[in-house]
């Protein structure tokens, strides 16, 4: 990659969801959640949407970004 690194290894199980929440620095990122969903072996990754109701209180829910397979690519040699 052509840029500074910083990698973080997270390790989770089935149906497990992380967020990640770029807190610092001088950009402003949007949150993302990223869900291991095991009843189709997809990963789900959205992004925070934050509106404001006409009163001016946030009002946040998630949109779907894309889903990925999260199968393993693995091929096994069949038995002999």
């Keep these: ?3 500074d690194e910083k990698r973080n290894t997270i390790n989770v199980g089935s149906n497990s969801t992380i967020i990640i929440d ?4 001088p950009t402003i990122f949007c949150n993302l959640r990223i869900t291991a969903r095991s009843k189709d072996c997809k ?3 959205e992004r925070e949407v934050i509106e ?4 001016g209180n946030d009002i946040t829910s998630w949109e ?6 999260g199968q393993a690519s693995i091929r096994f040699r069949e038995e002999e």
Excluded: A, L, P, S
């Design 43 to 45: 990963w789900i990754i």
């Design 64 to 69: 779907t970004m894309c889903e990925i397979d």
């Design 52 to 55: 404001q109701d006409d009163q």
């Design 1 to 3: 990659m052509d840029f």
């Design 22 to 25: 770029k807190m610092y620095g």
